[in-house]
């Protein structure tokens, strides 16, 4: 078996070490500082499966800036701002009280991104285009037209 230093493993690999030094030993308590940050979305993916799993019978601590992985991860979310704590709660409790609303994405061929978007607005007219960008579609409607929403997806 060959054997390599650490020191000379990628960003991701070394994320992915300190993962199983984590949990060696079966602590109570783990800590993970970014863990996923700078890992390709396969490892990303493989690494919240693995926290899921680590969950069970202890408690797992994680700081992120990724909101997807806070929310898929997390039973609470604390928001820090400026080094001090501006609100803790569920991912359902953050989104209803400061949430700006729901987002919809669709991966389109580049031709039928103008298409598509003419027929959201028609159906939703308060929506917005947040993003439009290589075949890419991100469309945005507020808490308050959520009967917009309902109706587009009965």
Known sequence: MKKFPAKSFSGGMKRRLSMAIACVGNPRVILLDEPTTGMDPKNRRDIWVLIQKMKKGRSVILTTH?????????????????????????????????????????????????????????????????????????????????????????
Do not use: W
């Open 66 to 154: 990724a909101m997807d992985e806070a929310d898929i991860l997390s039973d609470r979310i604390a928001v820090m701002s400026s080094g001090h704590l501006v609100c803790v709660g569920t991912s359902l409790y953050l989104k209803n009280n400061y949430g700006d609303g729901y987002r919809l994405s669709f991966i389109l061929d580049r031709q039928e991104v103008s298409k598509i978007t003419d027929k959201l607005l028609k159906l939703m007219p308060s929506g917005n285009v947040l993003d439009s960008s290589g075949g890419s579609l991100v469309f945005g409607i507020s808490h308050s037209k959520m009967d917009e929403l309902e109706a587009f997806l009965t």
